[in-house]
């Protein structure tokens, strides 16, 4: 007897939600990058929820890893709720193969998304020294990878670890990319929430070495 592939299961409960429409209005929000089933987060989102295998990590991988290959942009979006709901599962060693599915057909919502299951695991480790491993994505060649160690800590409120961030801003100051610029100020802007004066006195002293968008981003609520 054959076992059913989880992958089929999943296809059937998206396609009850597809919209040629919403498709065509989805690819050109993503700059006619990807093509889309139309299908909205929240039927998304409570899909995968309900489908949502229980496997070893390994497996658990894998099965991202064919979402990632199938060709309509909500399978990559299953593949990061399916780790998003198994992150608690998923070891330190997960990073790797994470920032590696990062890396292919990468845009901002990829990124960012994988930015969040990455963080929620490297916060839920941190004692153990976890966050020496965005140090070296810091310095990948992809800046991609750059934005995901950029924005790992957003939501960590008074837990983020501060020196890292101001660090981590500074060294990619320098950077002309539109998509880190905007991170550095994302991710000035979160910590501003929990500790603004700490945020304010950092843009205050570098101001002159972060680009007009970071400033604008990292002092949108500071008074």
């Known amino acids: 007897m054959t076992t059913p592939d989880p992958l089929d299961s999943l296809k059937a409960r998206l396609a009850q939600f597809a919209d040629p429409a919403r498709a065509v209005s989805m690819r050109a929000y993503q700059r006619d990058q990807f093509d889309f089933l139309g299908v909205a987060t929240p039927a998304r989102r409570a899909a995968v929820k309900q489908w949502a295998p229980r496997l070893p990590w390994p497996a658990l991988l894998e099965l991202a890893g064919r979402l990632w290959d199938e060709p309509l942009r909500e399978y990559q979006y299953a593949a990061i709720d399916l780790l998003d709901l ?114 304010g006195r950092f843009v205050d002293a570098h101001e002159e070495r972060l680009a007009p968008l970071t400033v604008r981003e990292a002092r949108k609520h500071l008074r």
């Open 86 to 199: 198994r992150r608690k599962e998923l070891p330190l060693g997960a990073i790797d193969p994470l920032l590696a599915l990062a890396r292919r057909k990468p845009w901002w919502e990829t990124v960012d998304g994988m930015a969040g299951v990455i963080g929620k695991l490297l916060r839920a480790h941190r004692a153990g020294g976890a966050q020496e491993i965005m140090d070296a994505a810091l310095l990948d060649d992809s800046f991609w990878i750059r934005r995901i160690a950029m924005t790992h800590q957003l939501g960590w409120r008074l837990e983020t670890d501060e020196a890292r961030l101001f660090g981590y801003a500074l060294r990619l100051a320098p950077e002309r990319e539109f998509f880190i610029r905007k991170a550095i100020g994302w991710a000035l802007r979160d910590y501003a929430k929990w500790a603004p004066q700490d945020v």
